[in-house]
Each structure stands twice: as structure tokens, then as C-alpha cells.
Nanobody
Framework: VQLQASGGGLVQSGRSLRLSCAAS????????MGWYRQAPGKQRELVAR???????NYADSVKGRFIISRDNAKNTVYLQMNHLKPEDTAVYYC?????????????????WGQGTLVTVSS
């Protein structure tokens, strides 16, 4: 499985961005995908995830502002980020999980994209 993330950039506080993660390779084996982020000096954390069954989960800090979705025809997962805040500044990574291990454990995601930088100015 290969993941290609895109869509990051510099944006003012309160504006929106949409990240994309295109999957290729053995995509039939993917059962969950997620967006994670890592700010300088901080651990990588969950932003949102979506399963093949359509279940979604969000970090409390982004609930009501971010939306994760997928387009199966394009093998792509999106992260629509609205009402961005300076504290959303981070490198955003998409990840995929292919086995039966729990979806909530970051270490269970074996495939990672290259990361895309989101910078929110105040």
C-alpha cells in the first residue's frame, strides 16, 4: 500500500483547507484509514479516522470543525478542515491499517504517507 498526501499549506486562522490522501497498491486490504498530525516537540496524535464500514472518530480538539470522508472510486480519503486555528499547525500524515488489530491504536497502522505541512497563522 502506498499513500500520497497533499493539500497542506499556509492559511489564516478561521479559514479552511482540504487534505487528500490517495491510496494505491493493495488497497483491497485496507480496513481503516486515518489522519494524524505532529506538531513540533509533540507526539503524533489522531485527528480523525474512518473504517471501510464508514465509522468515523475524531479528536475532541477537531470535532465540529473537521470532516473525514472517502471516495472509493478514487481510492482517496479527504480531511476537510474548517475554522482552522493556530494550534492546528502541524505536519499531517495519512495512514492505513490492513489487519484485524484495533483501529484506535496508532501502532497498528502499518502504512504512512509522507506528510503534508499545515500552517495556520493568527
Amino acid at each position: 500500500v502506498q499513500l500520497q498526501a497533499s493539500g497542506g499549506g499556509l492559511v489564516q486562522s478561521g479559514r479552511s483547507l482540504r487534505l487528500s490522501c490517495a491510496a494505491s497498491g493493495s488497497i483491497f486490504s485496507i480496513n481503516a484509514m486515518g489522519w494524524y498530525r505532529q506538531a513540533p516537540g509533540k507526539q503524533r496524535e489522531l485527528v480523525a479516522r474512518i473504517t471501510t464500514g464508514g465509522s468515523t472518530n475524531y479528536a475532541d480538539s477537531v470535532k465540529g470543525r473537521f470532516i473525514i470522508s472517502r471516495d472509493n472510486a478514487k481510492n482517496t480519503v479527504y480531511l476537510q478542515m474548517n475554522h482552522l486555528k493556530p494550534e492546528d499547525t502541524a505536519v499531517y500524515y495519512c495512514a492505513a491499517k490492513t489487519d484485524s488489530r484495533p483501529v484506535y491504536q496508532i501502532s497498528n497502522y502499518d502504512y504512512w504517507g509522507q506528510g503534508t505541512l499545515v500552517t495556520v497563522s493568527s
